[in-house]
């Protein structure tokens, strides 16, 4: 049995379905992200994990024990908002023995755990001050260790990271990454931010439209979506409508050019349409490397994202975009060139649904 299950779990809102079906097993250490867009279902389904909310249908189980209709109080879990949610009016070491003072434990044994918090979160000698005086992620280290004193067999974060700058939220999801495995706590970590599921996770949980779209480790999420949302959603994609050529060989052909794929496609047919998806980065120019698949295009526009280079060649009506590597002694091509872009047959993922359109 796992260490926290969600069974059949859903949630309705009046007629607003706000999560159907869930099925989620999480094993005992593991960190788990729920990754989708706004109003996906996964806030509601960790509020639920909470017992913030009461699922319509479902139950709960953590550690062989049904906890669907417990009250939060009586759950062993800890959650982190996205909002911090500290006293205001009570310092740095208040507000971590906040809930061991309301459990009534005793001083001696309080006093000893918020040292060993503040240790944790890199944090000693802050005991004295307040809210208003630390940044934004010292704020959220003091949530952290305020959601880990009463010592939770499962910790929820909230989006925890939104509300911080850019370099604050990838240094502070690292030492967020660092503590859950030091105390191998089972983790659920709600965002939107794809790179930040995928930097700290073990296992996915796409969602979109109140379900789950796809689950497993971040490789394989990104790698092999399984459908056309996740392949989407998480990372920059090339997209576009195929026509099956010779399902045999794999062979597919879109805007008059003809493509290979390592992916089965035996209970297709010559002429039905699927949708392919490479990623940028799959993509290289045929005058370096050539591949399996060669595409002929011209270069529309390149951009400079700092490490990455990304050019943007037209084939067709469509637009595809290839990554490379900065480099500052290559030789890129002029806008408007023509040139020849190449990657694996591996490269040419074969999805499940269908796009109605063919714009990337």
Do not use: W
């Not at 953590?62 to 949610?85: C, L």
């Not at 740095?92 to 060993?116: D, H, M, S, Y």
């Amino acid at each position: 049995m796992a260490f926290l299950e969600i069974n059949n779990v859903s949630k309705s809102f009046g007629k607003t379905v706000a999560v159907k079906d869930f099925n989620l097993k999480v094993e005992k250490g593991e960190l788990v992200s729920f990754l989708g867009p706004s109003g996906c279902g996964k806030t509601t389904t960790l509020r639920m994990v909470a017992g913030f909310e009461v699922p319509s249908s479902g139950e709960i189980i953590i550690d062989g024990k049904d906890v669907t209709y417990e009250p939060p109080n009586r759950r062993p879990v800890g959650m982190v908002f996205q909002s911090y949610a500290l006293f205001p009016n009570m310092n740095v070491a208040a507000n971590i023995g906040f809930g061991l003072k309301i459990a009534k434990r005793p001083q001696e044994e309080i006093n000893q755990r918020v040292t060993e918090m503040l240790e944790l979160i890199h944090m000693p000698g802050y005991g004295n001050r307040y809210p208003h005086q630390l940044s934004g992620g010292q704020q959220q280290r003091v949530a952290l260790a305020r959601a880990l004193a009463m010592h939770p067999q499962v910790l929820l974060l909230d989006e925890p990271l939104s509300a911080l700058d850019a370099k604050i939220r990838v240094s502070l999801r690292g030492e967020i990454r660092a503590i859950q495995r030091e105390l191998g706590i089972t983790t659920v970590y709600v965002t939107h931010d794809q790179e930040e599921a995928l930097s700290i996770s073990d296992r996915v949980v796409v969602m979109n439209n109140a379900q789950i779209e796809q689950i497993g480790p971040p490789f394989e999420i990104y790698n092999f979506p399984q459908t056309e949302f996740v392949a989407q959603f998480v990372g920059t994609l090339n997209a576009v409508n195929a026509e099956v050529v010779d399902p045999k060989a794999k062979i597919l052909k879109f805007e008059g050019q003809q493509v290979q794929t390592a992916f089965s496609l035996d209970k297709l047919h010559p002429g039905d349409k699927v949708m392919i998806a490479i990623r940028p980065e799959r993509l290289s120019f045929a005058s370096q490397e050539r591949k399996a698949n060669i595409l002929k295009g011209k270069v529309q526009n390149i951009t400079f994202l700092g490490a990455i280079v990304r050019i943007q060649v037209g084939i067709g009506s469509i637009s595809f975009y290839m990554d490379t590597f900065n480099n500052p002694y290559l030789a890129l091509p002029k806008i408007g060139e023509e040139v020849e872009i190449t990657c694996s047959a591996e490269a040419v993922l074969a999805l499940k649904e269908r796009r109605e359109s063919q714009e990337v």
